[in-house]
């Protein structure tokens, strides 16, 4: 399985400021995952970051608020713009290995509160 | 869109029985269903998945069965630990594509 790591952990952010959330896996992977847990939620698909494309965004969020990056097969940037208190969660990134290219494997995740 | 409805949302239970958590799916595309354990101020680890050309898996004391026609799985956890106390997520595919949808989790608690 892939091993993925976050940076920073966790952060605490003034409202309007812009994070940069860090993602890297010790392998070559195609697809990149970048998912919002609020407060005692669920996981909340964002988008889907492909080497070499622009990322899919799913509905309810647009890339003018979560900018992403994806330079290589193995490092992506989720960036959370313009904060207010509501994006306060956890961003987790994940990426998919195996064979059959389903299995879901997720980082630590970056604990953030806007305040 | 793929819809994942998942119970209970929590679950008590005493140090060695046994605990069932129940998820439904609404598309009949989907073909992938693993389960996750998140423990406090960690991300999801994948504990056990099955497919949709298998009924049932087992792995220890963890198994997972799933029921195509009514469209629903379950995860099976015997003879529970302390250490298996944590949220459990299911979650399904949208029929062959990567992407996964959850369901809403369930707070398992099992007490010595």
């Known amino acids: 399985s892939a091993v993925i790591s976050q940076k920073p952990s966790r952060d605490i952010c003034q409202r309007g400021t812009s994070l940069t959330i860090q993602c890297q896996v010790d392998?070559?992977?195609?697809?990149m995952f970048w998912y919002r847990q609020q407060p005692g939620q669920s996981l909340t698909l964002i988008a889907t970051?492909?080497?070499?494309?622009?990322?899919?965004?799913e509905s309810g969020f647009v890339i003018d608020k979560f900018p992403i990056s994806r330079p290589n097969l193995t490092f992506s940037t989720l960036t959370v713009s313009n904060m207010s208190p509501e994006d306060s969660s956890i961003y987790l990134c994940?990426?998919?290995?195996?064979?059959?290219?389903?299995?879901?494997?997720f980082g630590p995740g970056t604990r953030l509160l806007v305040l | 869109g793929e819809n994942v409805e998942q119970h209970p949302s929590t679950l008590s239970v005493q140090e060695g029985d046994s605990a069932v958590i129940k998820c439904t799916y609404s598309?009949?595309?989907?073909?992938?269903f693993p389960w996750y354990k998140q423990e406090l101020g960690k991300g999801p680890q994948l504990i056990i998945d099955?497919?949709?050309?298998?009924g049932e898996k087992k792995d220890q004391r963890i198994a997972v069965t799933l029921n195509k026609t009514a469209k629903h799985f379950s995860l099976h956890i015997t003879e529970t630990q302390p250490e298996d106390s944590a949220v459990y997520f299911c979650?399904?595919?949208?029929?062959?594509?990567?992407?996964?949808?959850f369901g809403k989790g369930t707070m398992l608690l099992v007490s010595p």
């Open positions: 598309d009949s595309a989907s073909n992938y």
């Open positions: 392998s070559q992977v195609t697809m």
């Open positions: 994940s990426t998919t290995s195996g064979s059959a290219q389903e299995t879901q494997y």
């Open positions: 099955i497919r949709s050309n298998v």
């Open positions: 970051a492909n080497q070499g494309s622009e990322a899919t965004y």
């Open positions: 979650a399904a595919d949208h029929g062959g594509y990567s992407t996964l949808t």
